[in-house]
């Protein structure tokens, strides 16, 4: 398979400050893929050296395997489509998508016909006279993203693109965009600082901090198995128990201000290490501290309800735990006798299953 885009070794340098520290990666023609991150993590920074926009201070970078360094962003294969959409306002979205072409010497039968293909393919034909100030912000940013297609790039950079849309429209934007990347067949290179946008819309992901990559992979392997408590923190929400491994064997025991716990999943830790067991909300159960409870495989703590928070598809639950850590427990709403099952103050057992529990160690 062709690589699109491979980076090896890259760093960059804005005086002392540095911004990707020698970061590599590699991604096949066709892909959506992410770049995701905290503001300053360098997500942009990388988008801006691939799209020629920026210089790498060492190290290499290919697009469609042939190596540019120190060729401009206009003699690139890829186009970037940007949070501001950069729509000229005093054109037509007919001339605004035909420009490219038109600077390129394209003939112009040629770019009626490729303009007309863009515009039908983003959904805009029936507004091709229009000027950009009587669009909405759904319908420019399809403009700026047909204007980018029509030149036919090997690889689209989108930078934070649906950044300025509201929430409902942005979550079918996202699902837009995948379907179109899905169409066209090339690849796309998205960054955004939004986890469950990387989440729904990414065939892979790489989750940056500090300017170093944390971890790349598909959406549910980064959430189920963060490599790091840096990603199990980013991505969604999670739970951490702080303790030191005293038996690493089939199961993990952990010790936490006096309490013992285990049904870990098995590690490599030796006895002594300080660790960090990591769970995500919607993956513990809670029963009656004074019940009958199932203890298969699982991990058991007691704890008191402090908090009670119903949320309409489910009730939010925090627990003290005797370790002194607080969980956050989500609790489905199916029906209404599931509804806000405990109240503050009461006695809990919270149980999770050793299989998606994770121990980090950083």
Not at 350 to 361: G, K, R
Request: with cysteine; aromatic share 8%.
């Amino acid at each position: 398979m062709t690589t699109s885009v491979k980076i090896e070794n890259v760093t960059k340098q804005f005086g002392d400050i540095i911004a990707v520290d020698s970061i590599s990666m590699e991604i096949p023609d066709g892909e959506f893929f992410s770049l995701l991150g905290p503001s300053g993590c360098g997500k942009t920074t990388t988008l801006r050296m691939i799209a020629g926009f920026e210089q790498p201070t060492y190290g290499e970078l290919y697009i469609m395997d042939k190596p540019v360094a120190g060729v401009p962003a206009f003699r690139r294969p890829v186009n970037t489509v940007f949070q501001n959409y950069a729509l000229f306002p005093h054109m037509t979205v007919e001339q605004n998508v035909a420009f490219g072409l038109q600077m390129s010497k394209v003939p112009k039968a040629d770019i009626a016909t490729r303009v007309a293909a863009a515009l039908r393919r983003v959904q805009m034909e029936g507004f091709a006279e229009r000027k950009p100030e009587q669009l909405s912000g759904g319908q420019k940013q399809r403009i700026a993203l047909a204007r980018a297609l029509v030149n036919r790039p090997k690889v689209l950079l989108l930078d934070e693109p649906l950044g300025a849309l509201d929430l409902k429209l942005r979550k079918a934007m996202q699902l837009e965009l995948k379907q179109i990347q899905s169409d066209v067949g090339i690849t796309f290179i998205y960054v955004t600082h939004d986890q469950e946008e990387a989440l729904t819309m990414s065939d892979r992901i790489a989750v940056m901090n500090n300017g170093h990559i944390a971890q790349v992979g598909k959406a549910q392997e980064i959430y189920e198995h963060p490599a790091n408590r840096f990603v199990a923190d980013f991505i969604g929400e999670t739970n951490f128990i702080n303790g030191t491994v005293i038996e690493s064997a089939e199961y993990t025991t952990l010790e936490s201000n006096g309490v013992l716990f285990g049904g870990v999943a098995r590690t490599q830790l030796s006895n002594g290490t300080s660790a960090t067991v990591a769970i995500r909300p919607e993956k513990i159960w809670l029963y009656p501290a004074d019940g009958d409870v199932p203890l298969n495989q699982r991990v058991a703590l007691d704890g008191t309800i402090t908090e009670v928070i119903y949320i309409g598809t489910d009730t939010r639950y925090q627990v003290a735990l005797k370790t002194g850590d607080t969980l956050i427990v989500r609790v489905q709403n199916l029906g209404s006798e599931d509804v806000m099952a405990f109240k503050t103050g009461d006695s809990v057992n919270v149980q999770f299953s050793a299989d998606n529990a994770q121990v980090l160690t950083e």
